[in-house]
């Protein structure tokens, strides 16, 4: 059982939640989340890189001139790969990068990702997060108060577009709902830092999915 720390905005602890390692699976599946940052960071690979080859380049295909006699080397037709202007050898073509995995599989990484954090202590929980309006400085200060210095992620319990707008301008830092949660976004930030409500939901949605 972990216990965690909920502190309010202020940076002083208010409460604290009990985290049972089983509802997260228990331990870190490591090579499952390997597989899942491989697959996210594939799904972002454009994938549209293209050369062309010696059949696509413009120019005549006889030979340039005889084989022998000229006293220079031999020569084939203009669109070969070793004179400027030619083809490429072997040239590129547009091609798919993307990866799939199942829901559960998925569920399971990002679980992994959550329960290292939580090992390492960079999950931090904040009573709430409320802005009458958008404003970076406010944001930022609750992220100094919470000794918040390096990348964070930031989790929501549903799109708050105050939130969203105080946190884009302070850099390293993103901000997600919970139901958008993913192994590749967690791994990629230090710190992952959920309101309450939002890591209370989470944990009630994976105990019962499991």
């Known amino acids: 059982m972990i216990e965690l720390a909920v502190y309010n905005t202020l940076g002083k602890q208010i409460d604290s939640i009990n ?21 996210y960071h594939a799904n972002k690979r454009v994938g ?11 120019g005549s295909s006889r030979k340039i001139f005889r084989q022998k006699g000229t006293g220079m080397a031999r020569a084939g037709t203009v669109r070969t790969g070793k004179r400027v202007g030619g083809g490429v050898a072997f040239a590129k073509v547009p091609r798919d990068f993307s990866q799939r995995m199942p829901r559960r599989q998925r569920q399971l990484a990002r679980d992994s990702a959550v329960l290292a954090k939580l090992l390492a202590n960079n999950v931090v929980v904040v009573d709430g997060l409320k802005f009458e309006k958008p404003r970076t400085r406010d944001f930022a200060g609750v992220l100094k108060n919470l000794k918040i210095e ?6 929501t319990g549903s799109y708050d577009e105050n939130v969203y707008k105080s946190a884009r301008n302070v850099q390293k830092v993103s901000v997600l709902a919970v139901s958008e949660l993913n ?16 890591f209370v939901s989470f944990l009630d949605r994976n105990t019962q999915d499991n």
Not at 19 to 39: C, F, P, S, T, Y
């Open 19 to 39: 985290v049972n390692e089983v509802v997260l699976g228990g331990h870190i599946r490591h090579a499952l989340l390997k597989q899942a940052i491989v697959m």
């Open 48 to 58: 549209t890189a293209a050369t062309k080859s010696r059949g696509m380049v413009e």
């Open 150 to 155: 390096r990348s964070c992620l930031v989790a």
């Open 183 to 198: 192994a590749a976004d967690i791994c990629r930030h230090h710190k992952v830092l959920f309101t309450k409500d939002a």
